[in-house]
């Protein structure tokens, strides 16, 4: 941010005036760029004549001139660089070379005498007139106003991004966010801006309010003006939900308001801020319920999955069985698993065969997985149901991909992610829905905690009445990335039925990972938790030391027959010392070194080669690859070796190959080391956990809790044991402020009330 708003002060500014030798690499979806430059005149402390430079700008041609302003960097490996912050194309300032550059192959229709005539009326100066009042062109004589308008278009093209860009400095806007705001908005960029800056804050991701603020403090608008209220208010409220609530108290909303407006000793009042807030929620931009208020999106979203539940519990299961029956058919099963269900799970496969809607919980290795392949087993047999018509009757879903393969391998039976299973299309479509609903007996959805309110919403709109519904979860787990903690709220709201497993049954016999586990469940860790075990052991450490001690023990494991893949780093924060990133490079360094049998592609100061472990960051349903999915580059073509003449990147996702671009290895991590948020809802043989001082802010209960639950064999965790035994005494983020709960007790007592009535979101 500083060294954007150096921007603004562009005369004052160090630059490197330099012409293109070549470009080195382009990445056209972010318009990255490296090129090699010779420099012929600089600001900068530096004597090289030739030198990278590196930023977010379009490919350059060779010959071209610009001017580039930035910043020199040492690159670890490639040496002085120039990071570029913003540049300038250096337009031709002489007479005769302007003739050239109109007359020359980019203005179609412009002669040697057209490119005169402009010059000779317009002076030396031309284009920057002709950009901002092409009608100085009426001047010119012999010139239709149909080549006119295509001149100005394919000069606007030339010259439209790169005069932006240049404008867009002043205001501290560096090169990646002029991109973003240049594609929404094109020649106008500059013009909205100027208009409405604030408006950018909801346009585009990354443009914060603050910066929209100081724009328009630089464009003297009143610090009271309407647009700065309003954009701040829906500011405060967007924070609110990022940090997972789904609504904000109206009280605490004006405050922060408050605060925020008035950083500068404004004085905006309470009443001015209150009127903005009545008129926002007339306008629909926010709803307020009593003292509450809220993003429409997730008001309704609330609503919609109590009145969606109301709706498919409204009707009984189409069969109901005797006890003996069923005692029957569990026995039957029990003999053909060689297993005994405990009392719990007896109890809950009973509930799930005749409940509508039903919550299985229980923490790690009570059994879920084992009660969920009871159920089916159970259904099938009471219901006559053959193996090729399981296929169709049941529909089994997790919000990630690797949640759902775990229940497809319990099951056998197909799972699939939530995205998936609705038809989801990359965008905010989705194919079944109140319209469209879903087909077959009985849904069941497991890891429910990650799933956030408009999930929810989505999911409950497309089953239909007559379906059964089993939601899976442990609440004790991460809540959803979304907002809302909607697999707490259902279960404190009283008005579902619920199976709860709280008896252990993996690895019974004096597991470490599962005592710590359900002490910190339980709030009862202290330094015995901690002691060693056959699956266990912490072992301290200082953070400098914490690179090595990894690698030690990454390498001990595979001494010991253990595959790379099944040894997970989990760290909480990415940039830190020894935080994600950088352990990746460790262990990449490690597990995959440079060599010459292995092709390497490179990703800004990334390099990627065959063989690296690399994890999936967005959904991509089109390719069936999905968020937290974990895979191995198994191959690095070249253009000419692809029939698309592209460069492609294979990866192996368990047995399936998915193929990137280049400009798509934006959506791949190395995955040696990944966030605990990441590996919710995935398992892993071997968990290697550093629990560090630099990483104190993020320690919490359900953090910690999550990643030692991940872990299937044997759990290593080091660094400062005093960190941890606090981490899991601080309180997690459970207490999102949602009213689910009330919703529910609302919408199911209006039921008991007047059994007739029909909520409007029933058609929602
Ligand atoms: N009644 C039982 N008798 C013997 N073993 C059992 C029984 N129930 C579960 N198990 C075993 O306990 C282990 C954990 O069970 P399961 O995977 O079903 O639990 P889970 O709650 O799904 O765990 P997680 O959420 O951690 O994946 C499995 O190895 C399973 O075979």
């Not at 908005?185 to 100027?194: P, R, S």
């Not at 498919?312 to 099963?333: H, W, Y």
């Not at 007790?745 to 929602?764: A, R, V």
Request: overall charge negative; proline content about 4%.
């Amino acid at each position: 941010m500083a060294m954007e708003h150096a921007g603004i002060q562009e005369q004052n500014r160090n630059y490197i005036l330099g012409e293109c030798i070549r470009m080195i690499y382009h990445n056209p979806s972010e318009s990255f760029s490296i090129a090699l430059i010779r420099v012929i005149e600089t600001t900068e402390k530096l004597e090289e004549k030739e030198i990278v430079v590196k930023g977010y700008f379009r490919p350059l041609e060779p010959g071209d001139r610009f001017t580039f302003f930035g910043q020199l960097r040492i690159h670890p490996r490639f040496g002085i660089q120039y990071d570029v912050f913003t540049y300038k194309k250096e337009l031709p300032k002489t007479k005769d070379s302007l003739i050239r550059f109109l007359s020359s192959d980019l203005f179609q229709g412009i002669g040697k005498r057209t490119a005169e005539k402009i010059v000779n009326h317009l002076g030396e100066n031309a284009i920057e007139r002709i950009l901002s009042d092409p009608s100085v062109l009426d001047q010119i004589p012999g010139f239709p106003d149909k080549k006119i308008q295509s001149f100005v278009q394919a000069l606007r093209e030339n010259q439209g991004f790169e005069q932006t860009v240049v404008n867009l400095s002043k205001y501290g806007i560096g090169l990646k966010l002029a991109q973003k705001m240049y594609r929404l908005y094109h020649e106008e960029t500059v013009q909205k801006l100027e208009e409405d800056p604030y408006q950018f804050v909801f346009d585009i991701e990354g443009f914060g309010f603050r910066r929209a603020d100081e724009i328009g403090s630089m464009l003297n608008l009143p610090r009271n003006h309407p647009m700065r209220i309003r954009a701040g208010c829906l500011y405060v409220l967007h924070k609110w939900a990022q940090d997972g609530h789904v609504y904000a108290p109206l009280e605490q909303l004006r405050q922060e308001l408050q605060l925020l407006l008035n950083e500068r000793e404004e004085s905006i009042r309470f009443d001015e801020i209150s009127q903005i807030i009545t008129e926002l929620s007339e306008e629909n931009f926010l709803v307020i319920e009593e003292s509450r208020v809220y993003m429409p999106s997730l008001y309704f979203a609330e609503e919609g999955v109590a009145s969606q539940i109301k709706r498919i519990s409204g009707n009984s299961p189409e069969t109901t069985f005797q006890e003996a029956e069923i005692l029957k058919v569990i026995g039957q099963i029990e003999e053909q698993e060689g297993l005994s269900y405990g009392e719990e799970q007896y109890e809950a496969i009973k509930e799930a065969l005749h409940a509508k809607v039903m919550i299985l919980t229980g923490g790690p290795g009570t059994g879920k997985t084992t009660v969920i392949k009871g159920i089916i087993d159970a259904y099938c047999l009471l219901n006559n149901i053959d193996q090729e018509a399981r296929k169709k009757e049941f529909l089994l879903a997790a919000p990630t991909g690797r949640a759902a393969k775990r229940m497809a391998e319990a099951t056998g039976l197909k799972a699939q992610t939530i995205h998936r299973l609705l038809g989801w299309s990359g965008e905010d479509e989705f194919e079944f829905g109140p319209y469209q609903k879903l087909s077959g007996k009985m849904i069941i959805i497991d890891e429910f905690s990650m799933v956030d309110i408009w999930l929810a919403n989505q999911l409950l709109k497309a089953i239909p009445d007559q379906m059964q519904v089993i939601i899976v979860g442990d609440e004790d787990q991460l809540p959803s990335v979304g907002p809302g903690q909607v697999l707490t709220d259902l279960l404190e709201s009283g008005m579902i039925k619920i199976s709860r497993l709280k008896e252990v049954y993996r690895q019974k016999e004096g597991s470490r990972i599962i005592q710590l586990a359900h002490d910190i469940k339980n709030d009862s860790c202290t330094p015995r938790s901690l002691e060693q075990g056959d699956d266990f052991v912490f072992i301290p450490c200082r953070d400098d030391q914490m690179g090595s001690l990894i690698e030690e023990l990454v390498q001990r494991a595979i001494d010991r027959g253990y595959h790379p893949k099944d040894i997970q780093v989990l760290a909480p924060m990415y940039k830190t010392n020894t935080g994600i990133d950088q352990l990746n490079q460790t262990l990449q360094a490690m597990l995959n070194p440079k060599s010459a049998q292995k092709r390497e592609i490179f990703l800004d100061d990334k390099v990627y080669r065959t063989g690296d472990k690399v994890i999936q960051l967005v959904n991509q349903p089109e390719k069936g690859v999905f968020n937290g999915d974990i895979g191995e580059i198994t191959a690095i073509l070249k253009q000419n070796e692809t029939e698309e003449k592209t460069e492609q990147i294979v990866v192996l996702y368990d047995g399936r190959e998915v193929v990137y671009t280049r400009q798509e290895l934006i959506q791949l991590k190395h995955a040696y080391c990944i966030s605990i948020h990441k590996s919710q809802g995935s398992e892993f043989p071997i968990v290697i956990m550093p629990v560090l001082k630099e990483y104190r802010k993020m320690l919490r209960k359900n953090l910690l809790y999550t990643a030692v639950t991940r872990c299937q064999q044997s759990l290593i965790i080091c660094g400062d044991r005093e960190e941890f035994l606090s981490g899991v005494m601080r309180e997690n983020d459970r207490q999102r402020n949602t009213t689910l709960q009330t919703r529910m007790k609302e919408m199911f007592d209006k039921n008991e009330e007047d059994q007739e009535e029909l909520s409007p979101y029933d058609f929602m």
